[in-house]
T-cell receptor, first 115, second 107 residues
Framework: GAGVSQTPSNKVTEKGKYVELRCDPI?????LYWYRQSLGQGPEFLIY????????DSGLPNDRFFAVRPEGSVSTLKIQRTERGDSAVYLC?????????????FGPGTRLTVT | RKEVEQDPGPFNVPEGATVAFNCTYS??????FFWYRQDCRKEPKLLMS???SGNEDGRFTAQLNRASQYISLLIRDSKLSDSATYLC????????FGTGTRLQVFP
């Protein structure tokens, strides 16, 4: 079956611009997670949704970052006034539920480069 | 101190070798632990969960020592295809990842 998909696969933008990154979770998965991974580091948690609501957004670095999941399926991560330090691979994951025993399946990521 | 610490490697081992990775975690309340595998420029994939009793999946064995807050992964009879980065992870909703340990298996 189809896995988690993310678009675009690559995004190059200029400092100060606004970007949107999209995630399509596995069909039927109620939980959706965003992580970002910088070079040489492990993924770092940003936010996760249970259904339409953000259950934990403690990893969002500042108020330039925002994410939505209006219908409980597709999610969009929005970054305003991008900075060079935002350059990273943004990974999305989904799971059937939340908690022990529910594996998170990752998408291929969006590589964001801020010039 | 990072929540999850790993030796970044790289570990360069010949085919057929046994290799062990270790990981320490700082949050004693952590309940769920995992090893993920990440190939170069690919997404992480779950390799195995880690239980207090220890668990084995083919050539892979994972151990958890709660008293020492320490997790290990043992790979026996290494294959070229085992070359990847191995990420130590804890959490049950938001996952906390270590920086990963790079393994390179050579012929």
């Amino acid at each position: 079956g189809a896995g988690v998909s993310q678009t675009p696969s690559n995004k190059v933008t200029e400092k100060g611009k606004y970007v949107e990154l999209r995630c399509d979770p596995i069909s039927g998965h109620t939980a959706l997670y965003w992580y970002r991974q910088s070079l040489g580091q492990g993924p770092e948690f940003l936010i996760y949704f249970q259904g339409t609501g953000a259950a934990d957004d403690s990893g969002l670095p500042n108020d330039r970052f925002f994410a939505v999941r209006p219908e409980g399926s597709v999610s969009t991560l929005k970054i305003q006034r991008t900075e060079r330090g935002d350059s990273a691979v943004y990974l999305c994951a989904s799971s059937l539920g939340v908690g022990e025993g529910y594996e998170q399946y990752f998408g291929p990521g969006t590589r964001l480069t801020v010039t | 101190r990072k929540e999850v610490e790993q030796d970044p490697g790289p570990f360069n081992v010949p085919e057929g070798a046994t290799v062990a990775f270790n990981c320490t975690y700082s949050n004693s309340a952590s309940q769920s632990f995992f090893w993920y595998r990440q190939d170069c420029r690919k997404e992480p994939k779950l390799l195995m969960s880690v239980y207090s009793s220890g668990n084995e999946d083919g050539r892979f064995t994972a151990q958890l020592n709660r008293a020492s807050q320490y997790i290990s992964l043992l790979i026996r009879d290494s294959k070229l295809s085992d070359s990847a980065t191995y990420l130590c992870v804890h959490g049950w909703d938001k996952l906390i990842f270590g920086t990963g340990t790079r393994l390179q298996v050579f012929p």
